[in-house]
T-cell receptor, first 111, second 114 residues
Framework: SQQGEEDPQALSIQEGENATMNCSYK?????LQWYRQNSGRGLVHLIL?????REKHSGRLRVTLDTSKKSSSLLITASRAADTASYFC???????????FGQGTRLTINP | DTEVTQTPKHLVMGMTNKKSLKCEQH?????MYWYKQKAKKPPELMFV???????INESVPSRFSPECPNSSLLNLHLHALQPEDSALYLC?????????????FGPGTRLLVL
């Protein structure tokens, strides 16, 4: 079964606005990662947040993790057309040493 | 070099054909992965190699046969595929095998089985 579920499934905003995507998961995790995928291409790692961290920043990206709610959010500030992509959260599966990807959010930035 | 390369970019094959996908990295990574991704779906793990040894096989049908000839190369041999196997096949690598590792993905091979 899928470990991570994301919402919204699709998000369309104007350039310059902020975009927020959410990821919920079912079981305990050691860490959670976010990846970006441009249409039909490989995934690019954005950020990793560990279970003992609550918030992490990288450039225009801000990730939060709430282990009590089993959820994470990715905020992209001051969005650009180049941010148009699908965004996936990925969680580890306890003891299995593998990542399971959420369903993803398709983000469209309108110029 | 922080790149994972995959060849070919596109592949069309019949159900009786035998073909191979190739993946290469020169980052000194010791873990390599094959994922399958259907349209508008997340990547699904197929195989993991760690130090050139198969560490995870996610119950993949035997018509998919992985091979890791050395630490830089990963192949996926395809034989007698079905149309439902049409998908984007992604290769990834990481420094070591582990869910805490950042994975570096190649651009993928888009496979169409007729």
């Amino acid at each position: 079964s899928q470990q991570g579920e994301e919402d919204p499934q699709a998000l369309s905003i104007q350039e310059g606005e902020n975009a927020t995507m959410n990821c919920s998961y079912k079981t305990s995790i050691n860490n959670l990662q976010w990846y970006r995928q441009n249409s039909g291409r490989g995934l690019v790692h954005l950020i990793l947040i560990r279970s003992n961290e609550r918030e992490k920043h990288s450039g225009r990206l801000r990730v939060t993790l709430d282990t009590s709610k089993k959820s994470s959010s990715l905020l992209i500030t001051a969005s650009r057309a180049a941010d148009t992509a699908s965004y996936f959260c990925a969680t580890d599966v306890w003891g299995a040493q593998k990542l399971v990807f959420g369903q993803g959010t398709r983000l469209t930035i309108n110029p | 070099d922080t790149e994972v390369t995959q060849t070919p970019k596109h592949l069309v094959m019949g159900m009786t054909n035998k073909k191979s996908l190739k993946c290469e990295q020169h980052m000194g990574h010791r873990a390599m992965y094959w994922y399958k991704q259907k349209a508008k779906k997340p990547p699904e793990l197929m195989f993991v190699y760690s130090y050139e040894k198969l560490s995870i096989n996610e119950s993949v049908p035997s018509r998919f046969s992985p091979e890791c000839p050395n630490s830089s190369l990963l192949n996926l041999h395809l034989h007698a595929l079905q149309p439902e196997d049409s998908a984007l096949y992604l290769c990834a690598s990481s420094h070591l095998w582990g869910a805490q590792e950042t994975q570096y993905f190649g651009p993928g091979t888009r496979l169409l089985v007729l």
